[in-house]
């Protein structure tokens, strides 16, 4: 495994450069953070827990592993944020997909099933909602900004300029191509939902990176970006299967709409199909994309060489 080109940057450029991308990212998700307690919008939702991660990637790129401890609480803080609202984005997800399905719909009665699925979907989120929010609001957001405040203003100086920044970013990448080999050899739901969840974490350090001043990095998080749309299409499938098998399997469902049940059943089979073709062209492009790197690595390590020797 060859290690992630590193630019010339000097000690205290990258030291700065750390400080103000965690400050940038600290207000970002501060300022959704109160947002959510206000607003339900999907968006709103989504960018929340958006934030959430590109702030711990930002906290773990300032944070040396030797003091990975001082910084522990307040990963796990972002990380339940997220999950408060985990279900609620893929409440979103499963709603948005159902709308369009509802205006695709070519007769009556299966437009009168997805609007059932629609109200019952709407019902399970604004539960989730207030759940979520009784979640955040258990936090003393004024304490977290301060201890992430505190943890940036004593950001040590990178002893080696950005080589632990590329370390860890290499740990990403090892990470992200072991799912892939998992996800090519055995395609199912939770390979796939790992490599997904790899790529996610490799795409948030890899922007950290290049907002750092890593231009080397970016054609991997362009390349990245546009797999994990895919990706992300693909689990919002997923996801309202599983929607549609709690929906029918309530209590006297299939009995009393059988008719409804199977037309569900038959869009959900359609569905699935087309994942099929999803994957297989995800894994595709992923493998090209690890490819590319590869060369691109071995190219910016021989500049290096020669600028060596």
């Known amino acids: 495994m060859h290690a992630l080109p590193a630019e010339s940057i000097n000690g205290v450029s990258v030291k700065t450069k750390l400080s103000k991308l965690a400050r940038k990212r600290l207000e970002r998700f501060v300022t959704l953070f109160a947002k959510a307690l206000v607003s339900e919008t999907p968006e709103t939702i989504h960018d929340l827990r958006v934030a959430s991660r590109r702030l711990q990637q930002a906290l773990r790129l300032a944070l040396p592993r030797s003091k990975s401890g001082a910084s522990r609480k307040l990963v796990r803080m972002l990380r ?30 299966l437009r009168q099933s997805w609007d059932t699925v629609r109200l019952w979907l709407e019902q399970k989120r604004a539960t989730e909602i207030e759940d979520g929010r009784a979640e955040l609001r258990r936090y003393d957001v004024i304490d977290f900004i301060a201890r992430v405040q505190a943890r940036i203003e004593n950001i040590d ?37 790992a490599f997904r969840i790899a790529g996610k974490r490799l795409r948030y350090r890899a922007e950290s990176l290049a907002e750092l001043g890593q231009s080397s990095v970016k054609p991997l998080v362009e390349g990245l970006k546009a797999l994990q749309n895919d990706l992300g299409d693909w689990h919002d499938r997923s996801v309202l299967r599983q929607y549609i098998a709690e929906f029918i399997g309530r209590p006297g469902v299939l009995a009393e709409e ?26 595709a492009r992923a493998e090209k994309l690890a490819e590319d790197w590869t060369e691109l690595t071995l190219k910016e390590e021989s500049v290096e060489e020669s600028i060596k020797g």
């Open 258 to 283: 059988p008719g409804m049940c199977r037309a569900l059943l038959l869009e959900m089979e359609r569905e699935k199909q087309r994942d099929h073709a999803t994957v297989n062209d995800v894994i």
């Open 157 to 193: 100086q990178p002893p080696d300029g950005v080589g632990h920044l590329w370390e860890r970013s290499q740990d990403a990448l090892t990470e992200w191509r072991d799912a892939l080999v998992s996800a090519k050899e055995d395609p199912q739901v939770q390979r796939i939902h």
């Open 80 to 109: 339940k944020v997220r999950r408060a609202f985990g279900t609620c984005r893929n409440l979103d997800a499963s709603i948005d997909l159902v709308q369009k399905k509802l205006e695709a719909a070519t007769t009556a009665s």
